[in-house]
T-cell receptor, first 113, second 116 residues
Framework: SQQGEEDPQALSIQEGENATMNCSYK?????LQWYRQNSGRGLVHLIL?????REKHSGRLRVTLDTSKKSSSLLITASRAADTASYFC?????????????FGKGMKLTVNP | NAGVMQNPRHLVRRRGQEARLRCSPM?????VYWYRQLPEEGLKFMVY????????ESGMPKERFSAEFPKEGPSILRIQQVVRGDSAAYFC??????????????FGPGTRLLVL
């Protein structure tokens, strides 16, 4: 698997339900970030969790990070139709002397009204 | 405070032509990143620039692609002699003065390049 791989690749739920997305990675990281992309649009930063943090909250978002398992999860509670989008995890790594973000392929979330 | 601006939003070129993509970072941001996104794929890092300096171009093809971020004006991603495989969405992101990935990157809306 590549660095930053989301699971599942697609998820369809009903409005009001919770959505959980997982991200696994291979190398050590400085931080892990989640982004949202609506169809045909740019990316919107959702949340950043540093490698020494285990859990972070932002509104209806909850992110966990388990560096021993090299995995992270994004939980969206009480989902809304407007949450329909592609979600990407991106790992912040140091490579070749500089820091960069490495994105996964993303997962599509559909929230049905 | 305007966000990251990119233009054009859509660009159509014939094979062999040149494509110039522009990115104006957020006010106060001196670090610019370019990414390429193929359909149904994630973003792939291309190049990281600060004003007048290329910091990391490890993700950029060695030939036909170049990037600059002059002291004045927007950052430019230039693709010479475009081929059909260059068709993709190109995103620019900027981050504040302390730069690096420890700072959030703010993305522009992207330029969708179509090579005929």
């Amino acid at each position: 698997s590549q660095q930053g791989e989301e699971d599942p690749q697609a998820l369809s739920i009903q409005e009001g339900e919770n959505a959980t997305m997982n991200c696994s990675y291979k190398t050590s990281i400085n931080n892990l970030q989640w982004y949202r992309q609506n169809s045909g649009r740019g990316l919107v930063h959702l949340i950043l969790i540093r490698s020494n943090e285990r859990e972070k909250h932002s509104g209806r978002l909850r992110v966990t990070l388990d560096t021993s398992k090299k995995s992270s999860s994004l939980l969206i509670t009480a989902s809304r139709a407007a949450d329909t989008a592609s979600y990407f995890c991106a790992t912040g790594i140091t490579q070749g002397g500089s820091e960069k973000l490495v994105f996964g392929k993303g997962m599509k979330l559909t929230v049905n009204p | 405070n305007a966000g990251v601006m990119q233009n054009p939003r859509h660009l159509v070129r014939r094979r062999g032509q040149e494509a110039r993509l522009r990115c104006s970072p957020m006010k106060g941001h001196s670090h610019v990143y370019w990414y390429r996104q193929l359909p149904e794929e994630g973003l792939k890092f291309m190049v990281y620039l600060q004003k007048e300096n290329i910091i990391d171009e490890s993700g950029m093809p060695k030939e036909r692609f170049s990037a600059e971020f002059p002291k004045e004006g927007p950052s430019i991603l230039r693709i010479q002699q475009v081929v059909r495989g260059d068709s993709a969405a190109y995103f620019c992101a900027s981050s504040p003065i302390f730069g690096g990935i420890q700072e959030t990157q703010y993305f522009g809306p992207g330029t969708r390049l179509l090579v005929l």
